[in-house]
C-alpha cells in the first residue's frame, strides 16, 4: 500500500502510524507511479494521534525528533521511504539505533542525514549576499536539501544589523531576518535591483576573476573540488543577469 501524506512531519507521524503494520508500506508526500495491483491511501494528518507517536518515539531515543526532521529536509528522491523504515526499526528495537551501522535502513538514514547537516555547512561559506538598494543583503540559493531556514541562525549571528533574505529559488520560499526577527516566508520570483555599490563591486570582481584566469591553465577539476558545479550559478563571477531569480 501506498501511504500518500502532506509532507509536514505531523503528516508523516500520522502517515507512520497507519503503515507501521503494513509490511509492504511505502511512504511519500509526492504523486507517484504506482506498481501493477498497487492502491493508495491519502493519508488526512491528525495532529493528535501525530503527537502521541512523537512522544512514543521520544522514549525510545531523545534524538529521534532530530532526526525525523533532518530526513525529511532531504532532497533524496525516497528520502520519506528511508525515514518510515527506520523509525519502524526503532520502534521495533526500543532503544537508539543511529549506531547501527551494519543494518542497512539505519545506514541509509545516517547517510541521508550526513547529508543535509553536510550541506549546511557547506552552505555557511557558498551563500553570496548582494546589498539592495535598500541596504538589505540578498542571497538566491538553490540547495539540494530544505535547509535555508536552518542558515538563519548563522546568518543572523554574523550580520545582525543587516536585514537579509536567503531565497530558496528552487523551493519558493524564503528564510527572512528584518533586524529584529527572523521568519520563513512563501517567495516565487525575486526581482531585485541591486546597489550603485554592489553592482561597483561586482564588476571589479569579475575584472579581477578575468584578470586572473588564466584560459590554458584552467583547472576546472579543482574548482569543481572547491565549489561544486550546482552552486556555480549564483556566483557574481558566473553570472550574465544577477538581478533576477526564480
Not at 517567495?187 to 584566469?213: C, F, H, P, R
Request: aromatic share 12%; glycine share 4%; net charge neutral.
Amino acid at each position: 500500500m501506498v501511504y500518500i501524506f502532506d509532507g509536514t512531519k505531523l503528516g508523516f507521524l500520522t502517515a507512520f502510524l497507519l503503515a507501521y503494520e503494513d509490511g509492504n508500506a511505502l511512504l511519500t508526500s509526492h504523486a507517484v507511479q504506482l506498481p501493477l495491483g498497487e492502491s493508495f491511501i491519502s493519508v488526512t494528518t491528525d495532529s493528535d494521534k501525530a503527537k502521541r507517536v512523537e512522544r512514543r518515539l521520544l522514549t525510545f531515543d531523545t534524538d529521534a525528533l532530530h532526526a525525523l526532521d533532518r530526513l525529511l529536509r532531504s532532497g533524496m528522491e525516497n528520502h520519506e521511504q528511508i525515514a518510515f523504515r527506520y523509525f519502524k526499526k526503532l520502534a521495533t528495537e526500543k532503544r537508539p539505533i543511529d549506531k547501527n551501522f551494519a543494518d542497512p535502513d539505519v545506514f541509509a538514514a545516517v547517510e541521508c542525514m550526513k547529508k543535509v547537516g553536510h550541506e549546511i555547512h557547506k552552505m555557511h561559506g557558498f551563500v553570496r549576499f548582494m546589498e539592495l538598494e535598500n541596504g538589505a543583503l540578498y542571497a538566491p540559493i538553490s540547495p539540494d536539501n530544505d535547509i535555508c531556514d536552518l542558515l538563519l541562525p548563522h546568518f543572523r549571528a554574523r550580520l545582525p544589523e543587516y536585514p537579509f533574505v536567503i531565497h530558496d529559488v528552487t523551493r519558493k520560499k524564503a528564510a527572512v531576518y528584518d533586524g529584529k526577527n527572523a521568519f520563513v516566508a512563501p517567495l516565487g520570483t525575486a526581482d531585485v535591483l541591486i546597489s550603485a555599490d554592489e553592482e561597483g563591486w561586482q564588476k571589479l570582481w569579475k575584472n579581477y576573476y578575468k584578470a586572473v584566469n588564466i584560459p590554458s591553465r584552467e583547472r576546472l577539476k579543482q574548482m569543481r573540488g572547491y565549489m561544486p558545479v550546482r552552486y556555480w550559478k549564483f556566483l557574481p563571477e558566473k553570472q550574465e543577469t544577477p538581478n533576477s531569480f526564480e
